[in-house]
């Protein structure tokens, strides 16, 4: 699937933003792409700020319109993203995995972060902006910031932003073609051959407290299913559960 030029912009407050008023003034293609080094208030998972050195980074939002996706399916849109940057940026370094739901982990810390927004129509998806950070040269990270790593700081090399992105819109995109040709069934089964901790016994932690489980599923609709020491199953819709690191 060929995508359309993306659109470098020096700085904006968030790329999400810019793409969805890009595309409220004026119809875009599937996979149009905006793409900055520099963000003043980059958004995350949870409500969270996402923070990055000016300049040392990637930062992109990517749209498509899956108005053939049911939102009760709208999680294959996360899988798409994190497949294909766990498979870009593995070729780069070992030990990348997607830690559920869609964060990209570099051993047991923080690589890259994606958020997603969709917009409905009816029953079904009418637009999904996808946008991500991916920490390539960042030499140091604030204190405050939870286990970050970049790719500098896993190899000691120094990357441009654009063949990354390139190479990312690239798998995005065969995945896409995949989910629109109805094969839902090869991307959910890759996601979970990648994900993080998904042999063995880890600490998580809901509101009950810290237990420790394993990972035995990931349902359709985003859902973990865990088990505990006790047998127990345990099912987690997002922001429900959290590892403990």
């Given at each position: ?92 370094t070992p030990d990348v995995t997607i830690k559920w739901p ?71 995109a065969c995945y896409y073609e995949l989910l629109k040709a ?12 990648v994900l993080y901790r998904r042999d063995g016994f880890y ?43």
């Amino acid at each position: 699937m060929n995508y359309p030029e993306p659109i470098f912009v020096s700085e904006t407050t968030s790329t999400n933003n810019y793409l969805a008023n890009l595309c409220d003034r004026q119809n875009q293609p599937d996979m149009t792409t905006v793409y900055t080094t520099y963000q003043s208030a980059g958004r995350g998972q949870r409500g969270n700020t996402w923070e990055s050195e000016a300049g040392a980074n990637l930062l992109f939002s990517f749209v498509v319109f899956p108005e053939f996706l049911e939102a009760r399916r709208q999680f294959l849109l996360s899988q798409v993203t994190a497949l294909a940057l766990q498979e870009v940026l593995s070729a780069y370094t070992p030990d990348v995995t997607i830690k559920w739901p869609n964060d990209i982990y570099w051993k047991d810390r923080k690589l890259c972060g994606t958020l997603i927004e969709n917009d409905l129509t009816g029953t079904c998806i009418s637009r999904s902006i996808s946008g991500t950070g991916i920490n390539l040269n960042q030499e140091q990270f604030p204190a405050h910031i939870p286990n970050p790593v970049s790719l500098f700081q896993i190899t000691g090399k120094r990357y441009e932003q654009r063949p990354i992105l390139e190479q990312v819109l690239e798998r995005a995109a065969c995945y896409y073609e995949l989910l629109k040709a109805g094969d839902a069934e090869t991307i959910a089964g890759r996601y979970k051959e990648v994900l993080y901790r998904r042999d063995g016994f880890y600490p998580y932690e809901d509101e009950a407290g810290i237990f420790q489980a394993r990972i035995i599923d990931i349902e359709p609709i985003g859902k973990l299913i865990l088990e505990d020491e006790t047998g127990l199953r345990r099912e987690y819709m997002f922001k429900e559960v959290s590892y403990v690191l």
